[in-house]
């Protein structure tokens, strides 16, 4: 452990709660993806196999917990987490792209445009993409007039504003803009914008008030910086499946700062991410506690 | 002109009022895009220029057409029309792309990937549809309930259910689905999809009955056979400021049947559309003399 993890008082680790949370999320998503009896169907395949190989499920449980300890007992949340897994799934195939990170490998398997072909790997993104705003559109339980807003707010945060934005920058600005706060703002685009939208979608179904909304958006924006951190320190020895040295030549904050003065900031931004969930979670809340673990398993990766 | 053009008593064409709904979306669409004056901002540029470069507006006009038709005189028409353009725009990116068709010309000009590159051609096209749905989202004046049913029904055309799914058989099924019911379920998709689309959220929009309602369905249907039959008739000479011969090597119905029968079919489709309209819309009534021009076009490039 190589940087300052935050200290949470009478924090009692009990993984149980969140792996069943995960498996939920798994279960879920399996039924909402279009049946894998069709051999013909090779994008319904792609989607499954993108979405149902793998993955940490870190946003959708992050939105479960959020909602939960802020009163919300409803299944809604479930199905929220999965139109926000869809999104990061469509970003994660297209992100791995020839024409823009050209990546071999996702989480130890070939990726998805190497397995069923750029054409196939495009449009099951799509159909990934457009199934998340389905989904949302049709969530029973919630009123319409909050899946209206739930939507509007999950495609900011994957369009021009979001995710789009932030992939265009890391491919195209890092050549230009060689700042600390040109990376920081790319990360926020890529990582934190999703992380923002799950927190704000999990404020909105649970009819959170101003103080709660702001300070879970302050947490997403803190860990989405401190992921992608973590992201950059972990590039290069590749040591998640993922190819590695995929950010060589690119303007990372390791590059520009270094490696301990990133592992510093890192910290940075955990203690900042637990100090806006203190505001509004008692340590006992279970998404205390799965952030306390998230830190830990950060921490021991580096 | 080579087929039966269908009859419509009492039609007198007044081609003003059709420029000037074409006009209002070319405008709206222009002030809903990113604005161009940012030299640095490439993805926003190839969103504007994918979509103020021309095109007919034929979906949006066909929707905002029937709405008027059915008694709505609220500007969310116009609104949810351009968000039918957006989704039709991404689509046309997307379908260029040298992993799809591989097209070097669109509307006269080198396609959105040839002016840009692969990758903000893709992050344009996945703006384009998230756009759409955050703008379907916030439009002011219709009701949130009906919201969400327009979100879901422009998704369903998008996704798996649609675009998606016409795309991937254009691209792979033809070689081994060579009947003429497999082409003309493929012409659904592609093309009936997001014409059905843009019938079914004018009557959405609109509050319109079920027989107006499945009328305008039918209608979009019969619309989207015929247009995709005049796309393989005009094919071979590339008349479009399109590429030539897209379709060589595929299962088009030209091929299957001959140019005969195809025109001959054509004919029957264009027949079947206007009866549908028929039963809803008097022969004076804006959209049927829009769809007569229309149709009057089509004969005339054969």
Known sequence: ?????????????????????????????????????????????AMRTSLLSGGKRIRPTLLVLAGRGLGNNSPALLDLGCAVEM????????????????????????TIHRQFGEDVAMLAAVALLTDAFRLVASIPGVPAEARVQLIARLAEASGMQGLVKGQYRDLHDNAHLCSAHAALTTNELKTGALFEAAMAMAAIASEAGAFATASLSRFAQALGQAFQLHDDLTDDHGGYGKDAGQDRGRTTLV????????????????????????????????????????????????
Do not use: K, W
């Not at 100090?275 to 809340?285: C, N, R, T």
């Open 1 to 45: 452990m190589d940087f300052p993890l935050p200290r949470i008082e009478g924090v009692v680790h009990d993984p149980g709660e969140y792996i069943e949370i995960r498996e939920l999320i798994g279960t879920r998503l399996a039924a909402l993806l279009p049946p894998a009896d069709s051999e013909q169907d090779r994008v319904g395949l």
């Open 87 to 110: 999104v990061h799934g469509a970003s994660l195939i297209l992100d791995d792209l020839p024409c823009m990170d050209d990546a071999l490998l996702r989480r130890g398997q070939p």
């Open 255 to 302: 590059a520009l700062l270094g490696t301990e003065a990133v592992r510093c900031r890192l910290g940075v931004h955990l203690e900042e991410a637990e100090g806006h969930l203190a505001q509004i979670f008692g340590p006992d809340q279970s998404i205390r506690r799965y952030v306390h673990v998230l830190f830990t398993q950060l921490a021991r990766n580096l």
